[in-house]
């Protein structure tokens, strides 16, 4: 858990101390219009539910008013080369993925932006957690024991996940990787109709998100062998991460965050850091992301920049090895 648990780790602690920054030197009639947040994920997914618990607070500190866009779609790469191409004046920002931001430069034949040349990032909004979950016929009960029966039967084991290129695949590749076992994976539109197969007994296996598994790990429905992240999680503290349950090393979270058009000018990234910054940090806001399963990661500008990069060149690694790739 080297790597991205530090990464993550510094994240969260260096946002938070941002917060107690000055709001920044931005010019003093910024911003003087509404300011369109281009979210990257269709209405009703936690990432768009996240945003919209921060507009009214963003819109009260700001003294303009945020206006949503959803526009997904390949990946994130739709809306966040919307924003690539917005002039870089901070009333265009985005809200995008670890995919659109890291592994689709690795998925993808062609991209319509640069991850890290076209964009100014301001900061992570939240980390997101995923679970090995199973079905309760299965004779493993472990992850260890998990990885033996897979060993015994190399090919058999199917893994459901929420989607090809997704963080959920991603975190089912590196597995495989990890544990040096061929699964069979197979894609879903989403992370809760994997879990719905899981429990159906469709699937054996699947690496969903924590809204999708919680009730059923908890009635005994489903079998949780791991968690994906670094630490374990308050909902769910009797499951092991997979790094402590024999995998050391294994980290996957899932983030998304807040990124500018390259260009954009310090100043104002840094008034929309403060102003975002101090809105995860209300501690209402901060239960209901918690209540979805996503924890608020706050970060400066520049470790969030450090921390996008670090997270392509990881998943470039994964996807390589996998020989994964997304057809347009």
Do not use: C
């Not at 507009?55 to 008013?65: A, S, T, Y």
């Not at 931001?101 to 939240?126: G, H, I």
């Not at 059923?216 to 992240?229: D, N, P, Q, R």
């Amino acid at each position: 858990m080297k790597s991205m648990s530090r990464a993550l780790a510094a994240l969260l602690a260096v946002g938070l101390a941002s917060a107690s920054l000055a709001q920044s030197g931005a010019p003093a009639d910024f911003p003087r219009q509404p300011i369109r947040m281009v979210v990257t994920f269709p209405p009703g997914g936690s990432a768009d539910a996240v945003v919209r618990m921060l507009v009214p607070r963003l819109n009260e500190r700001l003294g303009q008013q945020v206006v949503v866009d959803n526009r997904p779609g390949a990946g994130g790469n739709i809306g966040l080369s919307i924003v690539a191409k917005a002039p870089a004046d901070g009333y265009t920002v985005g809200v995008g993925a670890a995919g659109a931001l890291s592994a689709n430069s690795s998925l993808y034949a062609q991209m319509p932006f640069d991850p890290v040349k076209d964009f100014k990032p301001v900061t992570l909004l939240a980390a997101i957690p995923f679970v090995l979950v199973g079905s309760p016929s299965l004779a493993a009960k472990t992850q260890q024991d998990l990885i033996a029966l897979a060993k015994a039967q190399p090919g058999k084991l199917a893994i459901a996940h929420g989607g090809n290129g997704t963080a959920m695949h991603l975190s089912a590749a590196l597995f495989a990787q990890m544990a040096d076992v061929k699964l069979v994976e197979v894609p879903y539109k989403g992370s809760g109709p994997a879990a719905l197969d899981v429990l159906a007994g469709n699937v054996p296996l699947a690496v969903v998100d924590l809204p999708s598994a919680l009730q059923h790990i908890k009635a005994g429905k489903l079998v949780a062998y791991a968690v994906t992240s670094p630490q374990r999680l308050p909902q769910l503290p009797e499951v092991p991460t997979a790094a402590e349950a024999g995998l050391t090393g294994y980290d996957s979270t899932g983030w998304f965050g807040v990124v500018a058009p390259a260009g954009t000018p310090a100043a104002i990234v840094q008034r929309l850091n403060a102003e975002i910054t101090a809105a995860l940090k209300d501690e209402h806001i901060a239960a209901s992301m918690r209540n979805l399963g996503v924890e608020p990661a706050p970060s400066r500008p520049e470790v969030f920049e450090a921390y996008i990069r670090s997270e392509t060149q990881k998943w470039g690694k994964v996807i390589r090895q996998a020989s994964i790739r997304i057809d347009q």
